[in-house]
């Protein structure tokens, strides 16, 4: 009598062996992305306009969310979804109330919506 069921002493089984799924990949930001969002951020944390964040990885979105309080919603999203990179552009920034204010395939000149410069008024 065989210690493992299904394996007799034949050696047949009677069970299929299956092969471990794979994990799925999780969406990220690579670091220069990261450091592009985090420049924007610095400069409008700098002139009190923003004072939180929260990053979020999942299996088709990373997100990068903006709060003025940390006890509100998110003032704005920059959304980077690699399924839409050949339709609309893999990078999104959304506003509260959900509308898309810019989407396109390069960060830097999507994330130009919501990166306002200091000026000096005269």
Known sequence: MSLYP?????????QTQRAPSPVP?????????????LDVY???VAAGEWRDYAID???????????????EVPLYRIEKTPKLARKQG??????????ILKRGNELDRV????????????
């Open 57 to 71: 990885h999942g299996r088709e979105t990373a997100s990068f969310s903006i709060f003025r309080r940390s006890s």
């Open 42 to 44: 610095g400069r409008q």
């Open 90 to 99: 893999a990078y999104s920034v959304v506003s509260a109330t959900g509308l």
């Open 25 to 37: 990949a999780m969406v990220v930001f690579n670091r220069r992305e990261l450091a592009a969002i």
């Open 111 to 122: 994330l130009a919506v919501i990166d306002r410069k200091i000026r000096v008024v005269v």
């Open 6 to 14: 299904g394996f007799g002493a034949g050696g047949s089984s009677t």
